[in-house]
């Protein structure tokens, strides 16, 4: 009998390539005649490019050729598009700007694309570029969202964008908003900032565009997320290829988070001038390139407020945000503030009337777009900080307050008030959970301690839940999608036995090749060792939307079982055959397929076997090969969920923050490798400890230059900046999908910020500390502790 593998800890295959250096990503990839890139970029965030020069740069040894905007756009080259279209209020479509991969006229961030220099060495390119007389006309620039919707701002977009609005979008039942709060016993007001972040995946973003002359076949290799995806944009709307001639792959990649699943304009620059020089052309980021260029994540303000009944009970939620969008539409962009964010905002609590409304600004900064969760920790971050202040101000514990407005079990499936339904949860056992881990009770003993060392103890409590699994295609072309968000797989069961698996699904470091490899297994009933998953390249796979958004077990994975599944039925007509029975009375088990109520079976290998050797084949009822394709679209999101608590010690004099505990309870629905997610989770978690305490993206407001733009100034979390997390799951399976599972890869960046900042104003709560914005740096913390003491030292 073979072994039931799914929900155990296997250990993941692919490490041992990963963790002895034998991974094979972009950057490894070496062509003949190949040229290097380097991307001369604009040091101003607002300015009119007046003349570009290359002469100089053009007489240098080894430089092969000097391309601009202008050469761009003079062959036809379209603008990287978007992907998903929002709609204002009053119904006009969002103001979409061209974003041109070399800017020809006028430059509008720190960093933006201005010219190319290709050579025959990364060293002698860069050092080229050197001799590239630009002249510029430096402009006005404007690096807050808030400040560029006021009158007078600089203009990103003048006429395309007036005002630096791109949309003014809405949610939800307003008037009924507005009566719960006109029927309100206490209104609870909070005003805070989601700040930007930077991401920064190990392996920075590269690319490689390849031209054969002779078969007109381009190939793409990069850095990506979601190869197919790629070659759509690139392929049909900036380049104008045919889908049949041009090939993108996406071998190894070092990380993502959200980062690389856009399409950016080097993959359209080397991919164009490959064919105009009829030689490969491979660009690779410097890391400060990356700070400059890479889509940025989050940057939003928001004011929200809560309207409670006498008992504590909510009764409505209004929330109003600015959302700042960069200089240009990355990908997905307009999705992120909009249907990622508020259509979370009911979080885990029946709050009957919900409204929210956005506003997103152009700004001259590096566009904005999904990072780790997307949306749905903005949303989290927000209601968990309202709820600690709603219970600080209504004098009701922060946990009772919380129990008393959750969504219970009986409940599901919830529709709520901003358009999503959830199918299942526990929300009540994550909580209660979480407090037995972290030893809630013993909480004023562990402060009245910290006290006796002159430190401050607080703990945060933080749940959240999640839209993930991103799909289904019908839902998200109703909210503005240009794509569909399906999912594809093929299993081919080869004539030993073993298995190849392709799939949509993209792997930069989450485990598939060892969680979709379980699923195979436990399904078809063979080794895990006879299962190899192939993905990450178009002319293999036959379709894929990708790896975000927590969407590859439970969209990809279904894919994957619905392929099985055709499989299996194919093989049961085989076996019914091979054992002279009816079709109706075979059975299929751990791999063997059996004549009901008799001994009879055969395997799977030897039924693959007659797939292929088909001497005694019913050939005119089957066809040879045991080899099929599905795809998936589901008919929800899944929605994990949980609950996260942290701990932690604040030095009052120096403003040194610690975290002492952390617990997760998650529901993923069902986990299929345990240890694979504790590490998604511990990974998520690390990136909100993150935001929460140490990262920010920082603007020179007035000139628009990042002053944070490495990592002097840029701070991302170390080790020894990390507890020892404590990690449960609540296993309550998806009703949605054929696996039951739920999607583990954004959880902890979603949970974790709320939970520590409240932590931190929780310990700081008896120096008259009530607010305190990301990231609770010690400058910031001792400034707020200084000021809040300010008033009573004047009295």
């Known amino acids: 009998m073979t072994e039931q593998v799914i929900g155990k800890p296997v250990k993941r295959t692919e490490d041992r390539r990963f963790l002895t250096g034998r991974g094979r990503y972009t950057d490894d990839i070496q062509l003949a005649r190949q040229t290097y890139a380097y991307i001369i970029r604009s040091p101003h965030a607002h300015a009119k490019i007046l003349n570009i020069d290359p002469s100089a740069a053009l007489a240098r040894p080894g430089v092969v050729a000097v391309f601009t905007g202008k050469d761009m756009a003079a062959d036809g080259i379209g603008g990287l598009p978007c992907g998903w279209l929002v709609h204002s209020k009053d119904g006009s479509p969002m103001k979409e700007p061209p974003h041109a991969p070399l800017v020809p006229d006028r430059v509008r961030h720190v960093g933006d694309n201005v010219a190319v220099v290709i050579a025959t060495s990364k060293e002698l390119a860069k050092d080229a570029a050197e001799d590239v007389a630009i002249d510029y006309e430096e402009l006005p620039a404007v690096a807050d969202a808030r400040r560029a919707l006021a009158e007078g701002a600089a203009q990103v977009w003048d006429d395309q964008a007036p005002g630096n609005l791109c949309y003014d979008w809405e949610l939800g039942d307003r008037a009924a908003t507005e009566a719960a709060f006109a029927n309100a016993h206490r209104v609870v007001e909070l005003e805070l900032i989601n700040n930007r972040l930077i991401p920064n995946a190990m392996e920075p973003r590269a690319a490689i565009g390849d031209y054969d002359p002779a078969s007109g076949q381009y190939t793409l290799y990069t850095t990506s997320q979601n190869p197919h995806v790629i070659r759509l944009l690139m392929g049909a709307y900036v380049l104008q290829i045919p889908e049949h001639k041009l090939r993108v792959v996406a071998p190894d990649v070092g990380g993502g988070f959200g980062s690389k699943i856009y399409h950016y304009a080097e993959e359209a620059i080397v991919t164009w001038a490959a064919k105009k020089l009829e030689r490969p052309v491979r660009w690779t980021a410097e890391r400060t390139e990356s700070f400059m260029t890479d889509a940025h994540g989050r940057d939003h303000w928001s004011r929200a407020r809560l309207a409670m009944d006498a008992d504590g009970n909510f009764l409505g939620l209004h929330v109003e945000t600015v959302a700042n969008l960069g200089a ?432 931190v104003i929780d310990a700081l709560r008896p120096l008259g500390v009530t607010d305190m914005d990301m990231p609770a740096t010690p400058h910031r913390v001792w400034s707020t502790i200084q000021a809040a003491r300010m008033p009573a030292a004047a009295e």
């Open 328 to 759: 240009y539409l990355s990908t997905f962009a307009p999705s992120i503030p909009t249907y990622l964010y508020g259509t979370l905002l009911a979080g885990l609590y029946k709050t009957p009337a919900i409204y929210c409304e956005v506003k997103s600004a152009f700004t001259h900064t590096t566009p904005v777009d999904a990072y780790r969760g997307a949306g749905r920790p903005e949303a989290c971050y927000l209601l968990e900080r309202l709820v600690d202040k709603a219970a600080a101000e209504s004098g009701i514990d922060r946990i009772e307050l919380r129990k008393k407005n959750f969504i219970t079990a009986d409940m599901m499936p919830y529709q709520t008030p901003v358009a999503v339904q959830y199918d299942s949860g526990e929300f009540h056992k994550n909580l209660d959970d979480a407090m037995r881990l972290i030893d809630y009770a013993g909480l004023d003993a562990r402060k009245a301690e910290a006290r006796s060392r002159g430190r401050y103890l607080g703990l945060g409590v933080s749940t959240y839940i999640e839209a993930c699994g991103l799909a289904p295609s019908a839902l998200a072309g109703q909210l503005g999608a240009r794509a569909g968000l399906y999912e594809a797989a093929e299993v081919r069961l080869h004539p030993t036995g073993s298995v190849t698996v392709f799939t949509g699904a993209h792997s930069h470091g989450q485990g598939h090749e060892t969680t979709f490899a379980q699923v195979v297994a436990d399904r078809l009933g063979v080794p895990l060792s006879q299962v190899e998953i192939v993905h990450g390249d178009t002319d293999r796979i036959p379709f894929g939307m990708g790896t975000y958004g927590s969407r590859s077990l439970p969209v990809g994975g279904s894919a994957l079982v619905k392929a099985i599944d055709k499989v299996i039925d194919k093989s049961r007509k085989i076996a019914a055959h091979l054992l002279e029975a009816a079709e109706g009375d075979i059975e299929f088990q751990n791999g063997r397929f059996s004549v009901k109520g008799t001994d009879k079976g055969v395997g799977i290998g030897e039924v693959a076997l007659a797939a292929y050797v088909p001497h005694n084949y019913p050939h005119d009822k089957l066809e040879p090969g045991l080899d099929e394709s599905a795809y998936y679209d589901p008919v929800n999101f899944t929605y994990p969920n949980g609950c996260h608590l942290c701990e932690v010690e604040v030095d009052p004099d120096t403003g040194v923050v610690e975290i002492k505990r952390f617990v997760a309870v998650d529901d993923f629905g069902r986990v299929v490798n345990p240890m694979i997610v504790e590490g998604q989770v511990h990974g998520g978690i690390a990136q909100g400890i993150g935001q929460a305490l140490l990262e920010a993206a920082v603007y020179d407001q007035d000139s628009g230059q990042l002053m944070s733009g490495s990592f002097m100034d840029y701070c991302m979390p170390r080790a020894d900046d990390l507890p020892s997390f404590t990690v449960a799951h609540n296993e309550v399976p998806c009703t949605t999908n054929p696996l039951g599972v739920k999607g583990c890869g954004e959880a902890g960046a979603i949970g974790s910020p709320p939970a520590i900042i409240n932590a």
